[in-house]
């Protein structure tokens, strides 16, 4: 569960050894070759190039260079940028390729400045929709070798959570199908957490809908890139 006691969170703040985990070295030397790569680039307030935005073959994305935006993803048949530039209108879109990925994300360029990125899902309900924020990476850019950090959290739902989803859609499964019924589906075991596009395309194929994005919030950060290994 995402809630935390007070006291264990204070020994896990005091103890560097229980920090979620950070990479000194490139992750291919762990990883291997990446599946594919995105820079995310920031850009100062009025920035307004000439072209477009929509190449799905390009694998940057134009952020404000400070202040937040949000990067909308959906899953696909392939990696691709469908709009490459948040500076105008503080969105932008990203395409995964249909799978399941390893994630890591750094900071480059210039040091002194970081950036925080919340990976969140909305659903959309017959009340109030339903917002979660699956996970949150801080971003760095210190003097010396780039620090990456794991994102694949980011993309991560819980398996209470999507219980609770499919409770607030009204979807009551119980009277036909067990949770290891509805794990088998998704692919997983009950209790695993879910890659999020699993989740959703299950939720489409049940004529349910819901969305996935990064929410962005820059201090600074020219560039950093994301990579995703299979």
Not at 163 to 170: A, F, R
Request: with cysteine; aromatic share 14%.
């Amino acid at each position: 569960m995402r809630k935390m006691n007070v006291i264990f969170l204070t020994l896990m703040l005091a103890l560097p050894m229980f920090a979620m985990p950070v990479y000194a070295a490139s992750p291919n030397k762990e990883l291997g070759p990446p599946t594919y790569v995105l820079n995310v680039l920031g850009k100062k307030e009025g920035w307004s190039p000439n072209g477009d935005f929509d190449n799905p073959d390009r694998h940057t994305i134009f952020i404000p260079e400070y202040g937040e935006c949000n990067i909308y993803m959906t899953s696909g048949p392939d990696f691709a940028v469908i709009d490459g530039n948040a500076v105008d209108d503080g969105e932008a879109r990203f395409e995964l390729e249909k799978g399941r990925y390893t994630v890591r994300i750094a900071a480059l360029g210039k040091p002194g400045y970081d950036l925080k990125i919340k990976g969140n899902s909305m659903f959309e309900t017959d009340g109030d929709d339903l917002f979660l924020t699956l996970g949150e990476v801080s971003l760095k850019r210190n003097k010396g070798t780039p620090t990456w950090e794991d994102g694949t959290p980011l993309f991560m739902i819980e398996w209470s959570e999507i219980l609770q989803v499919l409770g607030e859609l009204g979807i009551d499964f119980t009277d036909i199908w067990t949770e290891a019924d509805l794990a088998a589906e998704l692919g997983y075991t009950v209790g695993d957490d879910v890659w999020i596009f699993d989740f959703l395309d299950w939720l489409s194929e049940n004529e349910e809908s819901g969305i996935y994005f990064w929410n962005i919030n820059n201090n600074g950060v020219k560039h950093f890139q994301v990579r995703f290994y299979n």
